[in-house]
């Protein structure tokens, strides 16, 4: 490992100083997120039904909402299933379901993003369904997002070993990530997402890491610290997958271990999120 160089005259304010120089300089992938569509053409502004649409949205009369979603035009049950994502009505939910077969796929795709921000799911059976069923690669990712977020705990240990190659190889480690850090524990869900951390993609490897910085206890991958140890001192300088990297090792609570693997990515790193969490860590 990496020996730390934090130099001895570093006072407080000049640590302070070395937190904050570079704010804004350094650009950190985003998480993987599977936005909606929003077709530009679907006629927004010269349509009084998806105008109504809006209109009922910004009410959140999610009734109604759900009664557009069997309207004849494709646009209007797209823009209905969009607004039910806001509105979050979990009575919206077997509606929402039935569109995961509509024959259009922008319709299918929002219809999976709704679906993923209500909060009661009946664990995703139906989500599992269509994707097995799914040929359009965006609207899987769309699917995929959503038993991250919803899906029963057979069902998101279920992506493991099936995602495609990249780009979309993200956005699957991504649901194995938040599946994990809503409390399901795998064997093989954890080892998938710390394997991971030494992908070749960086974005597969901030989503993976996403997972040890975010999950509120190191309990479910304990016994794998030694390898998420080994994928942080491999890193340069600038991997953003440090940043949840570091925060992972303070959960783990070995100063012994970690102690000086931390105090080396607060001195050196290039990005100051990550020496953020490295001091809160310290």
């Known amino acids: 490992m990496r020996s730390p160089t934090l130099?001895?005259?570093?006072?407080p304010v000049a640590?302070?100083?070395t937190l904050l120089v570079g704010v804004g300089c350094w650009?950190?992938?985003?998480i993987p997120v599977p936005n909606p569509q929003l077709p530009p053409s679907d006629g927004l502004l010269g349509s009084p039904a998806l105008q109504e649409v809006v209109d009922l949205q910004v009410r959140r009369d999610g009734g109604a909402l759900v009664e557009r979603l069997s309207s004849p035009v494709a646009a209007v049950r797209a823009r209905a299933a969009l607004a039910l994502?806001?509105?979050?009505?979990?009575l919206a939910e077997g509606a929402l379901q039935l569109l995961l077969d509509d024959p259009v796929a922008t319709v299918r795709g929002n219809a999976a993003f709704?679906?993923?921000?209500?909060?009661?799911m009946d664990g995703g059976a139906a989500l599992s369904l269509a994707l097995a069923s799914e040929d359009d690669p965006r609207v899987r990712d769309r699917l995929v997002s959503a038993i991250g977020r919803r899906g029963a705990p057979e069902a998101v240990v279920s992506l493991v070993g099936g995602e495609p190659d990249s780009p979309h190889r993200a956005f699957w480690t991504l649901a194995l990530a938040e599946?994990?850090?809503?409390?399901?524990?795998?064997e093989a869900l954890v080892e998938a997402l710390t394997d991971r951390l030494l992908d070749p993609d960086p974005e597969v490897r901030f989503a993976a890491g996403y997972y040890f910085g975010r999950v509120s206890t190191a309990g479910p991958w304990i016994d794998r610290a030694p390898l998420v140890r080994d994928a942080l001192d491999g890193y340069p300088a600038d991997e953003p997958t440090a940043m949840y990297l570091v925060l992972g090792l303070a959960r783990v609570n070995d100063p012994a271990s970690d102690r000086d693997r931390l105090l080396h990515w607060l001195a050196n790193d290039e990005d100051w999120r990550i020496r953020v969490g490295a001091a809160d860590a310290v």
């Open 7 to 11: 130099p001895r005259s570093l006072t």
């Open 15 to 17: 640590l302070l100083l």
């Open 27 to 30: 650009s950190v992938p985003r």
């Open 85 to 90: 994502a806001s509105v979050q009505d979990p």
């Open 114 to 120: 709704a679906l993923a921000q209500i909060p009661a």
């Open 179 to 186: 599946g994990g850090i809503r409390g399901i524990r795998d």
